[in-house]
């Protein structure tokens, strides 16, 4: 069903589950570093490539006061994707995959930096591409990112991971009457300022017509197995 997907984890993916008493300190808990790796790997293996936008805000949710230049703090905030492209990278490789960090910023000890060329050719010889550092500019989200990567890329589409089920007419996490969306254009995603993705990220992908976006829950990971395998969980997004 799919060549070619752009996966929009986010930086909670890989830290500690807070609800745990027993949670292991620190911004990475190492079982689920792996478990998102090999749900990487199981992804590929279906014969999909695989580019992966990570999130940040394991380690850097942003300004931590007012007077805080924001340009900067999303600089940091960009540097934190880095970190968990380059941790996740290190558990596809001991799993026996190949990954290779793409970088929107110059840091050649590290990454190598994206292009459009670049990321194509390591996702055509079987590797997964981790594509970091977000769009290499301030006051732009990841998710922002994986449109713009989306796009790039030619992708089919983008699985996005909530802690919810989908896209809802309101907030579930504050009304119990919100509705599932199972259905909305990206007009209607605009119009409705629905916030499970930022407005920009809409119209991006409304502009260079990105067919999809699947918006499901992942805190159960093999949720994405479910969306790649076309079964109709979460919310489909398009044209």
């Known amino acids: ?7 929009k984890l986010s930086g909670e993916t890989l830290a500690p589950d807070a ?25 590929q293996a279906r014969g999909i490539q695989v580019g992966v936008v990570i999130g940040g805000g394991n380690i850097w949710r942003g300004r931590f006061t007012k007077e805080m230049n924001g340009a900067n703090a999303d600089q940091m905030g960009m540097l934190a994707t880095i970190i968990n492209a380059l941790c996740v990278q290190d558990a596809i490789t001991r799993k026996g995959g190949r990954a290779v960090v793409f970088s929107a910023q110059e840091m050649n000890r590290f990454t190598r930096l994206y292009t459009r ?3 194509l050719d390591a996702m055509n010889d079987g590797c997964v591409a981790l594509l970091s550092g977000g769009t290499g500019n301030p006051f732009f989200t990841t998710d922002t990112g994986a ?15 909530t802690t919810v089920e ?3 007419d309101s907030d579930p996490r504050t009304n119990p009457n ?10 209607e995603a605009v119009e409705k300022r629905l916030h499970v993705m930022d407005t ?11 067919p999809e976006i699947r918006v499901f829950s992942m805190e159960n990971l093999d949720n994405i197995l479910k969306v790649a395998d076309g079964e109709p969980i979460g919310t489909r997004v398009h044209e």
């Open 166 to 168: 989908g896209v809802y």
């Open 147 to 161: 449109a713009l990567r989306a796009a790039e890329l030619d992708a089919d589409a983008i699985f996005k991971g």
């Open 117 to 119: 060329s670049a990321a």
């Open 178 to 187: 919100a509705k599932l969306l199972k259905d909305v254009s990206y007009a």
């Open 200 to 210: 920009t990220a809409f119209v991006l992908c409304q502009e260079q017509r990105v």
């Open 1 to 7: 069903m799919y060549k070619r997907i752009i996966l």
């Open 19 to 43: 609800s745990k008493p027993d949670a292991p300190r620190g911004v990475f808990d190492a079982q689920r570093v792996d478990a998102a790796a090999e749900m990487i790997l199981k992804l």
